[in-house]
Structures are given as C-alpha cells and as structure tokens.
C-alpha cells in the first residue's frame, strides 16, 4: 500500500512539474510577443494571458512579502467607483443587521423574564 501512495504522490508531482514548465514557457513566449502577439491565434491569446497572470502574480508576491515585514506596498491609488459603490452598500447591510441583531436580542431578553 505505501508504494502505491508513493507511486501517486510522484505521479501528482510529476503532472504538476510538467504544467508548471509548460505555464513557464507560455509566459515566455507571451512577454515576448508584446501586446500585439495577443492577436496572433489561440496559442497566442494564451501565452498573453499567461504573461499577464504572471505579472500580476509577481505584484502580489512583492505585495504579501511587503505586508509580511509590516510594510504598507502602495497599490493602485485608483478606486473604482462601482467597488466603492458596492462596498457602501455592504457596510449598509452590515448595519442594518447588526440592528435587527440587536433587536431580536432585545424581544429574547424579554421573552425570557416573561
């Protein structure tokens, strides 16, 4: 038994090896065929994509690293509106919970004196 799981912990990490070398070469081919390349076919669209998905991934990394020694990593200063928008609209809920929250406990309380 404990072959066959060995035997199918390295099939897991041979298969993920394998993806991440062809992810790799994707982006490569993706930075360099510019923007443009994104116009040139399937395989094209795909390296782009790729190349862009691993640019925003570095930014995160740079971003998870900063927060991680306790520094703020300036991102994008633009909001966007309709974010902004449905953040308000959460924190409205939030609020109107948090008072039908406080009105049912205040019905319990009176129910359990009863």
Do not use: Q, Y
């Not at 041979?14 to 992810?23: F, Q």
């Not at 919970?97 to 009863?114: A, F, P, Q, V, Y």
């Amino acid at each position: 038994m404990t072959d066959d799981v060995m035997r199918f912990f390295a099939a897991w990490m041979l298969t993920h090896e394998v993806a991440d070398e062809g992810l790799k070469a994707a982006v490569e081919r993706g930075v360099s065929g510019g923007a443009e390349g994104m116009s040139g076919g399937a395989d094209a669209f795909v390296d782009g994509l790729a190349a862009m998905v691993a640019e925003e991934k570095d930014k995160l990394k740079a971003e998870l690293a900063a927060r991680a020694r306790g520094e703020s990593l300036a991102t994008d200063e633009r909001s966007d509106p309709a974010l902004e928008e449905i953040r308000f609209e959460v924190g409205e809920i939030r609020g109107r919970m948090d008072n039908l929250e406080s009105i049912l406990e205040t019905i319990l309380r009176k129910l359990e004196t009863r």
